[in-house]
């Protein structure tokens, strides 16, 4: 049984000894195991997976992008690497990965609440410049950008206007370019969260109303489009504008409403209308913001 096994164990080396050294009369496999500070007898266990680091190595060489990457997993090049005496394998990322990570890390500093995935890629290099009555909204950019990277403030903007305009996208560019500056913002659509607010009484209620509270940087996107209720009024958005205004946070919002519609709306409950508490609220984001109106064309359409 022993002379059977050694002689076994002969045949599998010198299969594996020619299977090495065909793998040597390719230029690229001798180029890659020449850069391995090991032995031919160590290197010829691992043919085979040298074999498919060689070929995923050669594919990155002739890759156009991430979306055509033929490699066994997108934007990973398998690789052999040094383990002592032997050899580990893993998949590391591509060179193009890297940069694609690099290049959108700033958005880990934003939180997007149900808004959709062209406003999280929002850049003032792909937004509308055609309309002069969106310079104003350019100048104050540029004045609380310089203000606030200077000291950490700067009043927000109440941004009202006709639908489809580009309010939203154009805020989300702002907050974008601040992201870049390791500033941290959500953008949240105001109407679903305060249904998400509702749903989580009981269990992460005080969680989410916290975060909206005190983030650096807040959108309440399309206020005024919800159903007003005296606690969406009085126990959501009034303690909201409340703590950020003591606090000196930045609060942004859109709307289709003017400041004097939204104090209109904002009265009109179950109970009646409330002129006086729908007052306060309008106070408070008049403290908060700068009130800038866009009328433009649908840009949706």
Known sequence: MRKVSTLVKKNDITKLKSYYGEALSDTCFKNYVDKIDLPDDVLIKYTSSIEDCVREEENCKKCKGLKSCPNALRGHVYTALKDGDGLNFSYLHCSKLIKEENTYAYKKNITCFDLPKEISDASFSKAYRDDNKRLPIFKYFKEFMD???????GKGLYLSGSFGSGKTYLIAALFNELAKKDINSALVYYPELLRSLKSSFGSDYEEKFDFIKTVPLLLLDDIGAENTTAWSRDEVLGPIL???MEEELPTFFTSNLSLKELENALSV???????????????RIK??????????KNRRN
């Open 147 to 153: 203000s606030y990277l200077k000291n950490k403030s």
């Open 242 to 244: 409340q703590y950020r």
């Open 269 to 283: 409950t179950s109970n009646g209308s409330e002129k006086i508490k729908a007052k306060r609220i309008i106070e």
């Open 287 to 296: 403290q908060l913001t700068v009130p800038l109106e866009l009328v433009s």
